[in-house]
């Protein structure tokens, strides 16, 4: 498997500038998703690295060999970069059957009879869908298309494989479903992956590292847990779950052994200790970040980094928890509770964070 690298790459359409100065770095047999919004760049770049997009600068290799480099007039055809394709559409056609639609690969490089039956064969079975193989392509449900779509991509054994939202067409039952499954056979595999989607618990579960993107620039690159847990700004904190942003000043330094980065904030009719990746001063201000599953209904601890007292106006069954929203001095704060949790809309209650919780970014 190769290593994918990406050198101050940019793409401009007229005066638009859709990725702008992208570096990355994509190891052998890694699984990085590129996770933003719709027009921040993520399908334009996947398509760069599969050549189905010219570089209008910077330099993108794979393995040993530079793909594109526009100063050097270099420009792969996709067909030349040994790399495996899904698309959102799946691009199953329809006159033929699956047996055919993953042959194609290996028939347009004339391979030999007797080894494209053998890879096909191979690459169904990886997929389980070797039963199917004489089934036209329209009889299939959306879930066996994709991974038609995935065997096709894999016949040739590329040694890259690229993804652009395969999984969005399907209901989230099947979604979550062919995600593990997914998963475990480029595990297995262990083959170069680089995937694009919007959706931030797809890709939370299925990477080994996120690349969050936002007007054509990255904002972030970590694993899914130091993403999530730590983001290093309100972008890209809010783009991942429903946290709760709070105003707030820093007032004083607490720095421990184990929590260098730990000070006290203030905020409007509430105060408390929060974490953060920048050497933030006293006085300056900050968005605290609280998440709701760290948030809950006190006096539990004494140990709590913040508490809050309000009204609750919403309070939503949901099967499993309980969806709190509480009116208070610092503005809306929404966190979960088991369900059979007693709360009705009117309540007063006091909620708190729990230690090491909160989390600080610069505003903006």
Known sequence: MAEVLLENVSRTFGGFTAVDDVDLRVAAGEFVTLLGPSGCGKTTTLRMVAGLEETTGGRISIGRRVVSEPARNIHLAPDRRQLGMVFQSYAIWPHMRVFDNVAYPLQVRRRPAAEIRERVERALRL???????????????????????????????????LLDEPLS??????????????????????????????????????SDRIVVMRGGRILQIGAPTEIYQRPNSEAVASFLGAPNLLDATVTGIEATPSDPSRFTVQGD?????????????????????????????????????????????????RGAR????????????????????????????????ARSSLWAVAPG
């Open 169 to 206: 067409n399907l209901d989230a039952r099947l979604r979550t479903q062919m995600g593990d499954e997914f998963r475990s056979l480029q595990k297995r595999l262990g083959i170069t992956t680089l995937y694009v989607t919007h959706d931030q618990d797809e890709a939370m579960a299925l």
């Open 322 to 353: 309980r969806s709190l929203r509480l009116r208070t001095s610092a503005g809306e704060l929404h966190f979960e509770v088991p369900a059979l949790t007693e709360a009705r809309v009117g309540d007063m209650m006091q909620i708190e964070a």
């Open 127 to 161: 997929v389980e869908m070797e039963r199917f193989a004489d089934r036209p392509a329209p009889a299939l449900s959306g879930g066996q298309q994709q991974r038609v779509a995935i065997a096709r991509a894999m016949v040739f054994e590329p040694e890259v494989l």
């Open 269 to 317: 009719g509430w105060q408390g200790v929060a974490c953060g990746n920048q050497p933030f001063a006293c006085g300056q201000s900050v968005r605290v970040l609280a998440r709701p599953e760290d948030l809950r209904i006190g006096p539990i601890a004494s140990d709590a980094d913040a508490t809050w007292r309000g009204e609750v106006i919403a309070s939503v069954f």
